[in-house]
């Protein structure tokens, strides 16, 4: 089955950065868009970052455009999150979603705090 594993994440004074990091297994990921989300505490999941299958279109929500760059290593069956210059209101829990499969990982928290 589709499993998705997120890392990476952790406790990180504003304007510093982190790279998210997530294993993917169970389909075929170098023939599926990736997606990076987030959920903060008390707001609904929203969309961060999406990549296509083979890494060549990226889009990204207003909050993330010039700090966060989504890639991905197809050999490695992994998609990244690289995030700079971070700011207390990305301090969520971030998830990654593979493409129309449903399942979810366990996501990875990150917190951005002085």
């Known amino acids: 089955q589709v499993q998705l594993v997120e890392s990476g994440g952790g406790l990180v004074q504003p304007g510093g950065s982190l790279r998210l990091s997530c294993l993917a297994s169970?389909?075929?990921?170098?023939?599926?868009?990736m997606v990076w989300y987030r959920q903060a505490p008390g707001k609904e999941r929203e969309l961060v970052a999406s990549i296509n299958s083979g890494g060549t279109n990226t889009n990204y929500a207003n909050s993330a455009k010039g700090r966060f760059t989504i890639s991905r290593d197809n050999a490695k069956n992994t998609v990244y999150l690289q995030m700079n210059n971070l700011k207390p209101e990305d301090t969520a829990v971030y998830y990654c979603?593979?493409?129309?499969?449903?399942?979810w990982g366990q996501g990875t928290q990150v917190t951005v705090s002085s």
């Open positions: 979603k593979a493409g129309t499969w449903a399942a």
């Open positions: 169970g389909f075929s990921f170098s023939w599926t868009s």
